[in-house]
């Protein structure tokens, strides 16, 4: 239909472009409403919506007037070197009418994500469309949409097995830890401060585990992890005069070099005998092979190899679902679609009610007053039933047949 068309989509994501590129377009939570309104001026938009994720940026935008990803680039408000600008334009993902109302039903669903069925993009769109609606940028077609699309996307996520099983080496690694009955106590090691270990802080922080030591090359970042988590930081070089003990040590960092060498895992064991959970999620290895010769201690050694086995066994399953999911999805857009029809019927119509009484008024107190005045009092009354059995036709007649044509147009 003519008014789903003004509805489009400018996507930059992980799928088309380089992620230092994506970047380029995301906008700091402090700036957000004031460079997005003004966005929303310069390009003449009725409404606009902007979602910003780790590997995607996109623009959800409501406008008489197709705007491109070149008028995103023309605007002013993203620093983008010519090169990149060029990129970006070139490989900008663009959706229109149906088409996009199907992108963001599938982007809600995490049926675009990088990882099929991770659960946070649902939150991270809900609270892009909150941002939007209470910073005066979204309007009435907006608001009928998420509403819609995010019911469509809590049935992808509660009547299918589409996120179940975990696929990230973070949260299987995590999952195996829990497996493992560690307590909330134990003492957790961190070595690296990086993407994964980050994560891995962010996993332990949530589920209760408190005493944890972060140990990175630069200090300032495990410091500002460490902030974060409620945890205690040291460089790296620190590691090996480490000596309050551990009961797990999770290690990722990018070196091309052991971090964890049999000497340095010997101090920090110290004298201790306790049993030692291992968790090397770094290629190549952290942890020397030379610490798993130690049959004095009883070590459980997670690696990340074994993980990536689990999580593509895992990724497989959850394919299987998605013909489900895009079975829900097309089920909502459709929904929608009705939904929105009667929506613009209502609209349409909304004015109809008001120019009745505005003609009924004009006849009864101008072109038909001396005649009306020369009627008894039951006619007068006769009169006026009738006037009002007319009034209410002449409102829902028009309103219900106009409804029976928008909802049987194709």
Known sequence: MEELSRFYTIAFNHKRLPLEVVGKF??????????LSTLKEKLGLEELMFLS???????????????????????????LSQENALIAKSNAEIHFGKDAVRHLYKVTSSLDSMVIGEREIITQVR??????EENGLA????????????ESAKRVFTETAIF????????????????????????MLLVGAGKTN????????????????????????????????????YGLDQLDAYDKGFDVLIACTGSENHVVSRGVFDHLCGKETTPKVLIDLAIPADIEAGVFDR?????????IEELRVIAEKNLH?????????????????????????????????????????EIREKAVSTVYAKEIEGLNPESKEVLDKVISYLEKKYISVPMKMAREVMLNSK
Do not use: W
Not at 26 to 35: F, G
Not at 169 to 184: I, R, W
Not at 205 to 229: D, M, P, W
Not at 295 to 303: A, G, Y
């Open 317 to 357: 399953e959850r394919s299987q679902e998605i013909s489900k999911c895009e079975e829900i999805v097309e089920e909502g857009i459709a929904d929608f679609d009705q939904i929105h029809k009667e929506r613009i019927v209502e609209l349409a119509m909304r004015e109809i009610p008001q120019k009745v009484k």
């Open 198 to 233: 980050k994560a891995m802080a962010k996993f332990l922080s949530k589920h209760g585990y408190k005493n944890i030591a972060i140990f990175n090359r630069t200090e300032s970042r495990a410091t500002e992890l460490a902030a974060q988590v409620g945890a205690t930081s």
């Open 127 to 132: 609270k892009s469309y909150e941002f939007a």
């Open 164 to 187: 179940r099983k975990p696929v990230s080496v973070v949260s299987l690694a995590f999952h195996k830890l829990k497996d493992l009955n560690v307590p909330s106590e134990a003492r």
């Open 26 to 35: 995301h906008i700091d939570e402090d700036n957000q409403a004031t460079i």
């Open 53 to 79: 994720t780790c590997n995607r940026v996109e623009f959800f935008m409501v406008s008489k007037h197709i705007k491109t990803a070149e008028d995103i680039l023309n605007s002013g408000l993203f620093n």
């Open 295 to 303: 049959t004095d201690l009883r070590l459980t050694h997670i690696n």
């Open 139 to 150: 309007g009435e077609f907006l608001r009928l949409l998420m509403r819609k699309n995010i």
